[in-house]
């Protein structure tokens, strides 16, 4: 029986329907072609995701220490008011929260104790270093600053000191100091390194995986802003700029420049953000406006589109703590936007088929169901590899709870289905048992971050009686590069999905082939992992989640819809990318979640003149939908020929 793993840990290639007319021309794809083999020498592949690791490992780093800081400022705040109770709150948060170790208040905290978690016993070595990290957070408060050391020992990074000083307390100089373990950088980089195949995963016997190199070497961008504690609503050093015309790359260098700042994030077409530390807002609204005449400047609380919606254009910012810093991908598929139509119903299911979900994590509490476990049915469907967990809060992580992340729904709920083991694989068996469980258990949309290239007609069977009820299933393409489908995403039934990066470019690892339907932000990704913590990881199996995520909203925006039409919302109202219209490499474009919302709000039911419910779907995506049956039926005739 063959092997199913994570698409994050292996790869699977998409299903999807080309066009005819769609794709590019013979000399462009030849043009491309050749750019993709010259840049597939293995050394050149190995280089570039490992810089994608380093760039994983660095954005976790950043989510931990983030979200650190976040529970220090809120036990400061406890023990200021409290520091009896506050010393029992550390004491049970050492234990729902076991990276972190130990809680230290500095200062006049009468009856304040410090907390240690019982498993926090570094050896001499480490416990010296640890003292030493500790005398210069002591140091810090004294001048009310905040602290953060670097991870330690070098040799082998185990923990980090943060102190954060206590708020309107500057006379007293007080504040609290924690230490946290780093262990889940070393959990994310053995988790990418088969993610992206850095090293062989898994042993495959005959069904080998071929892989080639990117499109192009060029370095990713990760969108940062900055700090947003006091909940302002704007970025104070970034603005929103958007050009008459697209800039150069000399253009954009010398403004990188000139107000000595980081590389811009493209957010759509001439849309840019720029940030820089030493210029506010104000004064790179003035930069701007006086030296490159653009169409508009705004402060970076808008993400603008080309289209007029006729609704409040303000995008909903949540307050969740990694939201602005971390979270690019929703707000870059017009997510915050899409809130105005639709945060998802809690009828609307999605099964995430995989390593199961943490059921304790607390920015998932609410918002999953008992689910199966296929592997031990007698346990609960715990995630033990965390890429599960991960997926899950992609789609519905809690919004506006200012813990974590936000998802990309705010009432949808997840069926987690542990279909993988703790090395991440399944057999065909599971993955199409775990698709029959969900299906007859409420599911409305399916995700399959999992795949394999070889072809299992058991799997293709329950992919059939998934569709067959309706539900939508929707599968990541694989990380490896390469144009040579695989399953279950290239089954016709599935919407398959790859993955873009920050600028929109199609991600290295990503796969492509004629077959794509859709992209979705794959890079860094935040979202919630096992433990109560967050990581950031890169994958197409993080960007089909948030396909899926769509899917749900779709869904519950317009409940009439069946699952091909809610395919062809997504299909048809993706932001185009690469080539114009549909191209091996970009699909039909990536997903853009308030234009489906839009389109899927105008297919509301009609009755018919017996009175009788009927929904032909929304009217502006019949052309299409024709030419897709078209496609279909060309595509059943060659066959038999």
């Known amino acids: 029986m063959k092997k199913w793993t994570l698409l994050s840990l292996s790869a699977a290639v998409a299903s999807a329907l ?107 070595d480490k416990n010296k270093e640890l003292t030493s990290y500790i005398r210069f957070a002591k140091s810090s408060l004294l001048r009310g600053k905040s602290y953060a050391s670097p991870a330690f020992p070098q040799s082998s990074p185990k923990y980090f000191v943060t102190a954060v000083p206590s708020t309107g307390d500057s006379k007293q100089r007080r504040g609290v100091i924690g230490v946290f373990s780093s262990g889940i950088l070393e ?78 994030s493209k957010v759509l077409r001439n849309t840019y953000i720029f940030h820089a530390d030493n210029k506010s807002m104000k004064e790179l609204d003035a930069y701007f406006r006086k030296n490159w005449d653009p169409k508009y400047v705004e402060p970076h609380y808008l993400y603008l589109t080309n289209e007029t919606t006729g609704l409040d254009e303000r995008t909903e910012i949540p307050n969740d703590v990694l939201f602005s ?15 105005k139509l639709s945060k998802g119903t809690n009828d609307v299911i999605v099964a995430v088929v995989d390593t199961g979900v943490d059921l304790d994590h607390p920015d998932l509490a609410g918002r999953t169901l008992p689910g199966y476990n296929v592997i031990n049915p007698d346990e609960k469907p715990m995630d033990d590899v965390g890429h599960g967990t991960h997926v899950a809060g992609i789609i519905a992580a809690n919004v506006n709870n200012r813990e974590g992340i936000a998802g990309m729904t705010w009432n949808t709920k997840i069926l987690p289905v542990k279909a ?89 690892f990503s796969n492509f082939g004629d077959y794509i339907d859709v992209m979705a932000p794959g890079e860094s990704i935040a979202s919630t992992y096992p433990g109560n913590q967050y990581a950031a990881l890169s994958g197409t199996s993080m960007a089909s989640p948030h396909v899926a995520a769509l899917a749900a909203l779709i869904r519950s925006e317009n409940p009439q819809l069946k699952n091909t039409e809610v395919m062809d919302i ?50 502006q995506l019949w052309p299409q939908q024709m030419e897709e049956e078209l496609y279909r039926l060309l595509k059943r005739l060659n066959s038999r020929s």
């Open 18 to 124: 080309v066009l005819p007319g769609c794709a590019s021309g013979p000399a462009q794809n030849s043009q491309k072609a050749q750019q993709v083999q010259e840049q597939s020498r293995p050394e050149s592949e190995h280089r570039l995701k490992q810089k994608m690791l380093m760039q994983d490992i660095n954005a976790t780093d950043k989510l931990t220490r983030r979200d650190a800081r976040m529970h220090l400022q809120d036990l400061s705040a406890r023990y200021v008011q409290n520091p009896k109770a506050a010393s029992r709150y550390a004491a049970d948060l050492t234990q729902t929260h076991p990276h972190l170790l130990a809680v230290l208040p500095y200062g006049d905290f009468n009856g304040a104790a410090e907390v240690r978690s019982p498993s926090f016993k570094p050896s001499a």
């Open 187 to 264: 959990k994310v980089e053995n988790h990418q390194r088969k993610n992206l195949r850095l090293i062989p995963y898994p042993r495959e016997g005959k069904y080998s995986v071929e892989s080639v190199h990117p499109d192009t070497l060029r370095d990713i961008t990760v969108k940062t802003g900055s700090d947003n504690e006091n909940a302002s609503h704007f970025y104070e050093n970034e603005v929103v700029v958007t050009f008459k015309t697209t800039p150069t790359k000399n253009d954009l260098q010398r403004i990188e420049q000139e107000i000595d700042g980081c590389k811009p």
């Open 325 to 339: 810093e971390y979270q690019w991908n929703l707000p870059i598929t017009s997510t915050n936007q899409g809130w």
């Open 420 to 508: 993988l083991d703790s090395s991440g694989s399944g057999t065909t068996y599971s993955v199409a048992q775990g698709i029959i469980w969900a299906t007859d258990h409420g599911a409305k949309v399916i995700n399959l971050s999992l795949g394999n290239y070889a072809e299992a007609q058991f799997l293709h069977d329950a992919i059939q009686y998934a569709f067959d009820h309706d539900v939508v299933v929707i599968a990541a393409t694989g990380n490896d590069n390469t144009e040579r489908p695989g399953y279950p995403a290239a089954y016709q039934e599935v919407l398959s999905v790859s993955a873009t990066d920050s600028s929109q470019k199609r991600a290295s």
């Open 570 to 619: 997504i299909r048809h109202t993706t932001e185009d990318l690469g080539t114009p219209g549909r191209d091996k490499y970009y699909g039909f474009g990536q997903i853009n979640v308030l234009s489906a919302l839009q389109a899927a709000g105008s297919g509301n039911a009609n009755e018919n003149a017996n009175g009788n419910v009927q929904n032909p779907g929304p009217v």
